[in-house]
């Protein structure tokens, strides 16, 4: 299956883990962690409107967690630490342009044909 036919399956989820947040500080993490997974699919198929949705949906539940017992809110600052990762992913530009680079390093990495490596 590739990225783009996954999608719906992704949303799908979010709406599964977002009734489940009901049941506490854990759900909604694991919510976040899904938003953060189904935003970043789909920058990585250069979707950056689908996911600015989509990480604007998962803001209630972040801003709920804030709002709760100190306790909670530590929960809370796990998901912080994702955001800044997650900004960069709408940038879909700079998503490809790493991919690109890293395809470029991985090439210059293999010796050339017919060279065997020292070891």
């Known amino acids: 299956m590739k990225v783009h036919e996954a999608i719906p399956y992704y949303l799908k989820s979010l709406d599964e883990y977002a009734g489940a947040a009901a049941g506490g500080a854990g ?22 409107a689908g ?12 801003n709920k967690l804030r709002q709760s017992e100190p306790l909670l809110q ?17 940038d879909v530009r700079l998503w490809r342009d790493l991919i690109q680079q890293a395809q470029k390093d ?6 050339p044909a017919g060279e065997r490596s020292a070891g």
């Open 27 to 48: 759900f909604v993490v694991i919510h976040s962690y899904d938003t953060a997974i189904t935003a970043f699919r789909q920058a990585q198929i250069g979707d950056a």
């Open 51 to 62: 996911s600015a949705a989509t990480m604007a949906k998962g803001a209630p539940f972040l």
């Open 74 to 90: 530590e929960a809370a600052g796990l998901v912080d630490g994702l955001l800044p990762s997650l900004r960069a992913l709408h």
């Open 106 to 111: 991985a090439a210059g990495l293999a010796p």
